[in-house]
C-alpha cells in the first residue's frame, strides 16, 4: 500500500482528496495546509489526520501530492526530495526559472519520480487521437475563462495558457525559433489576457490566446497537417478529424470534393471520447509509475520546457510593454 500525503487543500486540493479515496492501493495518510479554517473544514468533511507541518507528514508517506499555490512549489518540492519522496506537483512546477532548474537537478539526483498536473494531456477529446499520426504545421488555441480570483498570483500565461503550451511541446518534435507576444493586465498586476505565435524550427507556427477575463469559456485546440484538420475541444471533451479518406475510413462520413487538383474524398469522423476522470487518470498513472517502475507521463523536464516557454512569453510581453 503507498502512502500519500497531499500538502494544501484549497478548491484543487479537495478534488485531489476526493480521487486518493478512490484509487486502490494508496493509502491517504493525511495533509498538510497552514490556513486552520480550510484544515478544519478537512478534518470534518474527510475525517483526515491534519500534520502541522510539512516535515511531519513527509515523514510518514510515499509519496507527496502539492497541491500548493506556485510560490510554494518550490520549498515543498525541496524538503520532499531531500526525503526521497516521490512527487506529484500542480503546475507550473515552480514559481521562477531558477527554482525550476533546482527542482529537475534535484530530482535527478535523488532519483525520485516527479509528475507535473497538465491535466489535459488526460483530457478525453486528447486521449481520442493519441494514437494518431500528427504532424501539425499550424496550431490554433482559443483557451478563455470567466474571471476567478484563484490562481491570480500568477500571470494568464502559467494559470491558463500553460495547458496548451505543454500541449503543443509534446506534439511539435522540433524546438522553438522564435516566439512573439503582446499581453495587457487587466484585473489583476500581471497580465489576464495575451495573444502569443510561437514559430519551431521544423515551419510550424503556433497562435494562442488565453484570457481569464472572458464572457464565456472556451478550450478548443485546432491542428493543421498535410492532408488533415483536427479539432479538439477540450471543454466539451469533442474531437473532430478532417482528412482526405483512406481505407481506415469506412465508418466515417465522406463527401467528394472538387480542387484544382482534381476530385478528393474527404473523410470527416468523431473519435468515440470515453467519459474518463482526468485529475483521477492522471494520479493514477503517477502511482502506476511508482509501482511499476515506469516513466512518469508528464515529467518534471516536460513540465521546466513548458515553463521556461511560458516565461520567455512574459519577458516578451514585459519588452514590448516597456516600449510603449
Not at 102 to 128: C, D, T
Not at 185 to 211: H, K, Q, W
Not at 252 to 275: C, H, M, Q, R, W
Amino acid at each position: 500500500m503507498l502512502k500519500v500525503g497531499v500538502f494544501g487543500v484549497g478548491h484543487l486540493g479537495k478534488f485531489h482528496l476526493n480521487n486518493w479515496k478512490e484509487i486502490e492501493g494508496v493509502e491517504l495518510v493525511g495533509f498538510y495546509d497552514p490556513s486552520d479554517a480550510a484544515a478544519a473544514d478537512i478534518i470534518t468533511k474527510y475525517q483526515l489526520q491534519r500534520f502541522d507541518t510539512p516535515e511531519a507528514l513527509l515523514d510518514v508517506i510515499d509519496a507527496a501530492d502539492i497541491v500548493a499555490p506556485t510560490n510554494h512549489h518550490f520549498e515543498l518540492c525541496e524538503k520532499a526530495i531531500r526525503k526521497g519522496k516521490h512527487i506529484f506537483v500542480e503546475k507550473p512546477l515552480a514559481n521562477t526559472i531558477s527554482e525550476g532548474r533546482l527542482i529537475v537537478k534535484m530530482a535527478r539526483e535523488a532519483r525520485v519520480k516527479v509528475q507535473v498536473g497538465h491535466v489535459e494531456r488526460f483530457n478525453p477529446a486528447y486521449l481520442a487521437i493519441k494514437n494518431m499520426p500528427l504532424n501539425p504545421m499550424f496550431i490554433e488555441v482559443h483557451r478563455l475563462a470567466q474571471f476567478n480570483p484563484r490562481g491570480t498570483e500568477v500571470s494568464v500565461i502559467l494559470d491558463l495558457m500553460i495547458h496548451d503550451i505543454d500541449i503543443i511541446l509534446s506534439l511539435v518534435k522540433s524546438d522553438v525559433r522564435s516566439i512573439s507576444a503582446s499581453g495587457v493586465a487587466v484585473m489583476t498586476e500581471t497580465p489576464d489576457i495575451a495573444n502569443v505565435r510561437i514559430e519551431f524550427n521544423n515551419g510550424c507556427v503556433a497562435n494562442l490566446t488565453s484570457s481569464r477575463i472572458s464572457m464565456k469559456k472556451m478550450r478548443k485546440m485546432r491542428l493543421f497537417q498535410k492532408d488533415a484538420y483536427i479539432g479538439i475541444d477540450f471543454l466539451e471533451k469533442k474531437t473532430e478529424i478532417i482528412k482526405l479518406k483512406t481505407s481506415e475510413d469506412e465508418n466515417a462520413f465522406t463527401f467528394d470534393l472538387e480542387t484544382p487538383y482534381g476530385t478528393k474524398t474527404i473523410a470527416v469522423s468523431n473519435p468515440e471520447t470515453k467519459p474518463v476522470n482526468a485529475i483521477k487518470e492522471e494520479l493514477h498513472a503517477f502511482i502506476d509509475a511508482i509501482v511499476h517502475e515506469k516513466p512518469v507521463a508528464v515529467s518534471e523536464i516536460d513540465g521546466f520546457v513548458a515553463m521556461e516557454v511560458a516565461h520567455q512569453i512574459l519577458d516578451k510581453i514585459s519588452n514590448t510593454s516597456i516600449m510603449v
